[in-house]
């Protein structure tokens, strides 16, 4: 066990609607970062926040977006959903968010998402 | 930016015997790297971290090299077992500003009994 939440763990949907994804990270992490894999693909990074301000944005559509709360857990928003964004959706977290760090990355169960 | 590449071939070996996997990287040259096991399904966990300065490193039967010369690390496992097979991600440091790391496409390994 990380130590990080994810809910739901399985979420179905219809192609057009919206669905918001949460993540609770491991006690003290500052940061969380949400990763995309697609069935048999790599992992794909979307977005990281560090103490509830955004701190790197990878491959993320506009049609998702996500944010940091005050209590630091994090959602991820998708959006006029498509057949492809189904997908297993992760969230990590890491103890602090400068440059420099090695902080080690911890990852939630995930969140599988289907699209009909 | 910088590049990973990690074996895309799965590797199939025998039990008991010694699995090695290789990232390579081009393009920068990193403080540090991460090895991390992701079995199907299920989230990355984080394995090792090896330092530019440390050549090698050790964690029970697993074993991490970095050659920095040759942009290069090595991820071994000795007397491997079925419970070993998953897939083997490496993760750098990103050249720009942060701490997001970037991760490779993982080498699937499998160990047959």
């Known amino acids: 066990d990380s130590g990080v939440t994810q809910t739901p763990k399985h979420l179905i949907t219809a192609t057009g609607q919206r669905v918001t994804l949460r993540c609770s990270p491991r006690?003290?992490?500052?940061?969380v970062y949400w990763y995309q894999q697609s069935l048999d693909q790599g992992l794909q990074f979307l977005i990281q926040?560090?103490?509830?301000?955004?701190?790197a944005k990878g491959n993320i559509l506009e049609r998702f977006s996500a944010q940091q709360f005050p209590d630091l857990h994090s959602e991820l928003n998708l959006s006029s959903l498509e057949l492809g964004d189904s997908a297993l959706y992760f969230c990590?977290?890491?103890?602090?968010?400068?440059?420099?760090?090695?902080?080690?990355?911890?990852f939630g169960p995930g969140t599988r998402l289907t699209v009909l | 930016s910088q590049k990973i590449e990690q074996n895309s071939e799965a590797l199939n070996i025998q039990e008991g015997k010694t699995a090695t996997l290789t990232c390579n990287y081009t393009?920068?040259?990193?403080?540090?790297l991460q090895w991390y096991r992701q079995d199907p399904g299920r989230g990355p966990v984080f394995l090792l971290l090896?330092?530019?300065?440390?050549k090698e490193k050790r964690k029970e039967r697993l074993k991490v090299t970095f050659d920095t010369t040759l942009k290069q690390s090595l991820f071994h496992i000795t007397a491997s077992q079925p419970a070993d097979s998953a897939t083997y991600l490496c993760?750098?440091?990103?050249?720009?500003?942060?701490?997001?790391?970037?991760f490779g496409a993982g080498t699937i390994l499998r160990v047959k009994s």
């Open positions: 926040y560090y103490n509830g301000e955004e701190r």
């Open positions: 090896i330092r530019e300065n440390e």
């Open positions: 990590a977290s890491s103890v602090g968010g400068t440059s420099g760090s090695t902080d080690t990355q911890y």
């Open positions: 393009n920068y040259s990193p403080a540090y």
């Open positions: 006690s003290g992490d500052l940061s």
């Open positions: 993760a750098l440091p990103p050249m720009e500003y942060g701490n997001k790391l970037v």
